[in-house]
């Protein structure tokens, strides 16, 4: 059967996709462009109901590599709220012409939109915390899986109906899709990349993309949602690399100083001293929004975990007292 069908006199290209027939009207203005691709808002023949149509350049489609990641893209059966799921894959042949990835349609805006509109709001803080901590649920469920999503940032985070949160091209990352490719040898978007995206070895050691590369892109993203920029952001890609690479982010009087510890701890240059899992950042998050210990709370805390320390400072203390005692009598 021909999957994909364009009838005399039709603006709209057919797409038969996991036994069920889509379409989409290409000449329609994109809903976004990357350098893989456009998408398209496209519909369910059988019922209308919107779809997502990615159509993969062609330039890269004839590649075989990008087919195959492609219909790894497509295969990735995941659900999970906070995630845009996936329908599909179609294309005209196995080995050559266009690509076309259907996902869920999501009706929604991109989160740096979404943090402009209570930019003023004694809420901002624990607004975003919250939005984050649903990407992190995402990365969470995606790291389990053994994907690694290498391009995060606040345009692949989208905001549905007002409130959920749901990360994007997840597949697109496998694929290479809706990234810059850069002239200095890696695959992503510079103003969010961590160093390991750059560089084959560090402090003697291969470096490997794994999820604290996700983790210190949503570190770059969560501190350009906090203050409006980006200072990894220049005017040349090889300035702004050289900053991923050497430069951390500058301390905000927009960020709570407990909060920033912990995006300076998520955006380390060195892999290993960063949060290790995406749980790990998300309880950093939430931990830094709580009020500190009372003087009473951090000694119980203290003497809970140095019990045999305290038990030995209090007998010396009784000793000495005791001691005291005796000379004075």
């Not at 830094?288 to 003497?303: V, Y």
């Amino acid at each position: 059967m021909q999957t994909v069908y364009q009838r005399p006199d039709d603006p709209y290209i057919y797409l038969f996709v996991m036994g069920e027939w889509y379409c989409y009207n290409p000449k329609a203005r994109p809903l976004g462009s990357g350098a893989m691709g456009d998408v398209y808002k496209g519909f369910r023949c059988k019922n209308g109901a919107p779809v997502a149509i990615k159509k993969v350049k062609e330039a890269f489609s004839n590649n075989r590599m990008i087919r195959e990641r492609a219909k790894q893209e497509a295969s990735l059966a995941f659900r999970h709220p906070n995630l845009v799921e996936m329908v599909g894959y179609c294309e005209y042949a196995p080995d050559h012409g266009p690509i076309f990835i259907l996902s869920h349609f999501v009706q929604g805006e991109n989160i740096d939109t979404y943090a402009k509109s209570f930019d003023n709001s004694p809420q901002r803080v624990e607004k975003l915390c919250s939005a984050i901590c649903a990407v992190l649920d995402a990365l969470d469920y995606v790291h389990s899986r053994g994907v690694i999503h290498r391009d995060v940032k606040p345009s692949n985070i989208m905001i549905e109906n007002g409130s959920n949160v749901r990360l994007m091209d997840l597949g697109i990352a496998r694929l290479n899709g809706g990234n810059k490719f850069s002239s200095f040898g890696f695959i992503g978007t510079p103003e969010y990349s961590a160093p390991e995206q750059m560089l084959r070895e560090q402090n003697g050691a291969n470096v490997q993309i794994n999820a604290t590369t996700d983790i210190y892109e949503l570190g770059i993203t969560f501190y350009e949602l906090l203050t409006g920029t980006n200072p990894m952001s220049c005017k040349s890609e090889a300035e702004t690399l050289t900053k991923q690479m050497k430069e951390s982010l500058p301390a905000s009087d927009k960020i709570p100083h407990k909060l920033m510890k912990v995006i300076w701890k998520a955006t380390e240059k060195e892999q290993t001293k960063r949060f290790q899992t995406a749980l790990e950042f998300k309880q950093a998050i939430q931990d830094s929004l709580l009020p500190d210990p009372s003087l009473k709370e951090q000694l119980s805390e203290w003497i809970e975990e140095h019990q045999v320390a305290f038990y030995v400072i209090m007998v010396c203390v009784m000793t000495a007292i005791l001691g005291i005692i005796h000379l004075l009598i």
